[in-house]
């Protein structure tokens, strides 16, 4: 596995990007950038688009731009690392939780799945 022996800088310098060029598609509302780093096993897997626009309509009002910020903490399992960051929300003042799941697909690292509780 890719991540074996990696510091948690070194995991960062990889993931880190990837999760930033992620938040900015959703700040920016644009859906095929929002899923470049997503993996796809399968087109049956691919994240639907209502689903982005809802998610959209139901939270970009009410919390705003997403911007990563603190790292919490990082957690490996055999075949994939979890990154936790606080993240800071445009129109609230206490910060969320953005949560990364990052695992090696096709010989490169991808996101396996993301959310943020505010």
Known sequence: MIFDGL???????IVKPLAEHTENAWNQKNYDDFCRYLIEENPDQKFPEEEFNRQIE????????????NLVAIHRNPDHVIVIWKVKLDKRNEPGLLIYGFREHDGQILIEGCSYHA
Request: net charge negative.
């Open 7 to 13: 510091s948690d800088k070194e995991i960062l310098q």
């Open 58 to 69: 139901e939270s970009y009002d009410t919390y705003g731009h997403h911007t990563i910020a």
